[in-house]
């Protein structure tokens, strides 16, 4: 079977085009990384957030409960 391939043009401009493609490839590509960690960070924001809120809940359940227990 034999392999059909493309004929390589070479010269500046084929070069400068080639280079063009490969920069926008690896801009879209950063792209998508920077999209993954937004999204990521938007999540453990969101969880530290839930933890600060879990804390403050718990220390004024315990105020509350000292202050029951203290006023008869």
Do not use: H
């Not at 070479?10 to 950063?30: K, T, Y």
């Amino acid at each position: 079977m034999a392999e059909v391939r493309e004929t390589f043009e070479c010269g500046p401009s084929l070069r400068i085009d080639a280079q063009e493609r490969m920069s926008a490839l690896q801009f879209a590509q950063l792209n998508t990384q920077l999209g993954k960690i937004e999204a990521m960070m938007e999540r453990l924001e969101r969880r530290l957030w839930l933890t600060v809120y879990g804390v403050v809940g718990v220390i004024l359940a315990q105020a509350f409960q000292s202050v029951l227990t203290v006023t008869p």
